[in-house]
């Protein structure tokens, strides 16, 4: 018995003669490297992969094709929606930087103020010192400053 499970009493009866010299043109040849040679025809009929080096067929293939670009879909909305919350966060964060901006130049004024203040007391306090001031004016005016909050002395 042959590879192709031909006998040699299959051989000597002529009517199955034909069917030895027809069996080989539809079937896969054993070549070299103990390898099949499909010899340029279609195979058809495999059954989906088990093992990671079984033959596959165009079904499996066109359905696994389909699963990657479902996935590179699901990919691509993830990462838009990724892209939006990263804008909405750049668009708080100049909001915010906008606003602290905005109250930063609304209290200048304010603290230019108390700095003009707190330099006429105590140029004030200084003149006076200058004339031998009294200690009980002194204290006047440490209070002013005080209530002013220009200054804070604890007393």
């Known amino acids: ?18 069917m030895v ?44 094709l389909e699963e990657l670009r479902h996935a590179d879909n699901s990919t691509k909305a993830y990462v838009e929606v990724l892209q939006g919350t990263i804008q909405i966060m750049e668009n708080h964060i100049t909001s915010i930087n906008e606003r602290l901006y905005a109250v930063t130049l609304e209290k ?11 330099n ?3 140029m004030e306090l200084l003149k006076t010192s200058n004339e031998n001031i009294k200690p009980a004016e002194m ?8 209530e002013k909050k220009i200054i804070s002395i604890s007393t």
């Open 120 to 122: 006429s007391y105590m």
């Open 21 to 64: 010299h027809a069996f080989p043109t539809n079937t896969l040849s054993y070549g070299e490297n103990d390898h099949y040679d499909a010899e340029n025809r279609s195979i058809c009929n495999l059954k989906e992969p088990v093992h990671k080096n079984d033959a596959t067929n165009k079904a499996y293939v066109d359905s696994k």
């Open 108 to 118: 200048i004024p304010s603290i230019e103020k108390q700095i003009n203040d707190s």
């Open 1 to 18: 018995m042959d590879k192709f499970g031909r006998s040699s009493s299959t051989i000597n009866n002529r009517k199955n003669i034909k």
């Open 139 to 146: 204290w006047d005016a440490i209070k002013k400053l005080k």
